[in-house]
């Protein structure tokens, strides 16, 4: 009998760090970020209302949040706190996608502006923006 629980035991332990393994896989991932999303902080006050570096905004209807595994997030969930997100905007001015911002992905140069994007070249293979 003691021996059956260490075989089991030792099974259970094999399969809980193969559970493990792909959630560590995904932190290793490249994100791609589209060339004209912008890099700022990011406040929820009261979904759809946010505050884009301390600016006044707001979340489109179908706004998509990824979260740093690059899964959806519920504007709802992020409210309060300051986060260092890339964005996109639509027509109408308003946030229509947001990554939050693994701390590697955040110490990667990004324009703020949509001025300094076009002072500046995107490579979309590397993800980074270089002089021309």
């Not at 003691?2 to 559970?19: D, E, K, N």
């Not at 493990?20 to 060339?35: E, K, Y």
């Not at 505050?51 to 740093?68: E, F, V, Y």
């Amino acid at each position: 009998m003691p021996r059956c629980v260490a075989h089991l035991a030792g099974w259970t332990l094999l399969f809980l760090a193969l559970l493990q393994a792909p959630v560590h896989a995904q932190d290793l991932v490249q994100r791609s970020f589209p060339a004209q999303s912008l890099r700022g902080e990011l406040q929820v006050v009261q979904p759809p209302d946010v505050l884009i570096n301390g600016n006044p905004a707001r979340l489109s209807p179908g706004a998509r949040i990824h979260g740093l595994q690059n899964m959806l997030v519920m504007s709802g969930a992020l409210v309060g706190p300051k986060f260092i997100v890339n964005y996109s905007v639509d027509a109408l001015a308003q946030l229509s996608e947001v990554w939050l911002l693994r701390p590697d992905e955040a110490q990667r140069p990004w324009p703020t502006t949509p001025a300094e994007a076009a002072a500046l070249v995107f490579d979309p293979v590397a993800q980074v923006w270089l002089k021309p």
